[in-house]
């Protein structure tokens, strides 16, 4: 028999997601602080070059890692009861 997320608690992409999902983009951050300490403006364009490029990397890289992290069955977080 297999085992489904649904059987063996919290699927690892709910967590994932919903962690993703609270915080704003980091790179709103790299942005306000150049603007407020450095004083440097990067425009419209490249603040958006900025953030489309850094949520970008890291969907990939997420993408990337999908398959090693979240299907693999040696990577299971909660332990599979024994059949």
Avoid at 3 to 24: E, K, M, R
Avoid at 57 to 64: A, D, E, K, P, T
Wanted: glycine share 12%; proline share 2%.
């Amino acid at each position: 028999m297999q085992t489904t997320y649904a059987d063996s608690g919290l699927c690892p992409q709910v967590s994932i997601l919903a962690g993703s999902g609270a915080n704003a983009a980091y790179a709103g951050e790299i942005i306000a602080v150049q603007s407020l300490y450095y004083k440097t403006d990067l425009g419209m364009f490249g603040g958006l070059l900025l953030l489309l490029s850094t949520q970008l990397i890291g969907f990939g890289l997420s993408g990337l890692t999908y398959k090693l992290l979240c299907v693999s069955s040696s990577s299971s977080l909660v332990a599979s009861p024994q059949t």
